[in-house]
């Protein structure tokens, strides 16, 4: 399961990052994925280097409001701001395993540190 769960975050990184840029124009990276398991809480570190400014890394990383246009998993993403650096994101799409797609929709606190990290935490969802 965790080699899984590191693989899938490293997909939403690389589908994030890759529309635009020509294969030839991406240096060899590095990622590093870790997923650690605590009762109910999952927590994710994904750390990879990219051939963008960070500004504009962090923007795409955050661009809630726009995210199904680019995630093709994903059919709606809306975000409300909640306060400074702090957004409800609601998100519905579908997941397909193998011959099997399942709907899901998720809410989530998600808090900004802004060119740093995102923390998210799920408040409801199937």
């Known amino acids: 399961m965790r080699r ?9 990184l690389v589908l994030a990052f890759g529309p635009g840029i020509a ?4 240096p060899a990276s590095h990622a590093e994925v ?14 990879m280097t990219v ?15 726009h995210m199904a246009r680019f995630l093709p ?10 306060g400074p650096d ?12 193998g011959p099997f797609t399942f709907d899901f929709e998720s809410v989530r606190r998600v808090v900004l540190h802004p060119m740093s990290r995102v923390e998210t935490s799920a408040l409801s969802g199937k």
Do not use: H
Request: hydrophobic residues 45%; charged residues 20%.
């Open 73 to 82: 998993n994903l059919s709606t993403s809306d975000a409300v701001s909640e």
């Open 23 to 26: 294969q030839d124009d991406v």
């Open 4 to 12: 899984n769960a590191a693989r899938a975050c490293l997909a939403v």
């Open 51 to 65: 051939p963008v400014p960070p500004a504009v890394a962090w923007s795409v990383l955050t661009d809630f409001a």
């Open 34 to 47: 870790t997923v650690e398991k605590d009762g109910n809480r999952v927590s994710v570190e994904a750390n």
């Open 86 to 97: 702090v957004l409800r994101v609601t998100q519905k799409g579908a997941a397909t395993w």
